[in-house]
């Protein structure tokens, strides 16, 4: 008997910063996730190197360039054989506006981060993201 094991398909997300406020993007698509709040980003496609999927997926979801910072440690199961990881995110040129996939995007502070209803494993995620990159 061999055992199958194959590697999890990784999800890419950026907590995007600034002026101590982070970037939540509300989903349009697919319908059962409508409505719920995320950190932006995607499945990272083979070839690609984490960061260049994030540069990419926040390319084509929110218009901006960015710059990809420090890994935020940790690791979220989102289904099995999927993960999300996620990384500090700098803008570097224009501002984020919604393009496919969301129809809204809040600028939140840290006492407004439970004002959205966040997609259930991008909580712990913006928990951590956000102790280790917003104002106190
Ligand atoms: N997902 C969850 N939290 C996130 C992101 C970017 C994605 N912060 C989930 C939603 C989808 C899957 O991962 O089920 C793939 O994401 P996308 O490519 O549809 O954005
Ligand atoms: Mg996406």
């Keep these: 008997m061999t055992e199958q094991r194959t590697d999890p398909v990784v ?3 950026g907590a995007l910063v600034d002026e101590g406020r982070l970037l939540a993007a509300r989903r349009s698509t697919p319908a059962e996730l409508a409505g719920r709040w995320e950190l932006p980003g995607g499945k990272r496609e083979p070839g690609e190197s984490s960061e260049e ?4 997926e926040l390319r084509e979801e929110l218009g901006v360039e960015t710059e990809i910072g420090e890994r ?3 690791e979220w199961v989102l289904k099995p054989g999927y993960v999300l990881w996620v990384w500090a995110v700098r803008l570097r040129s ?4 919604p393009q496919q996939e969301h129809d809204e995007l809040r600028w939140l502070t840290r006492d407004e981060l439970d004002s959205v209803d966040w997609l259930d494993q991008d909580r712990p995620a913006v928990a951590e993201a956000a102790a280790r990159l917003l104002p106190a």
């Design 11 to 13: 999800v890419v997300a």
């Design 53 to 56: 999927a994030l540069v990419r």
């Design 72 to 74: 935020v440690p940790g």
């Design 94 to 97: 224009g501002r984020p506006a």
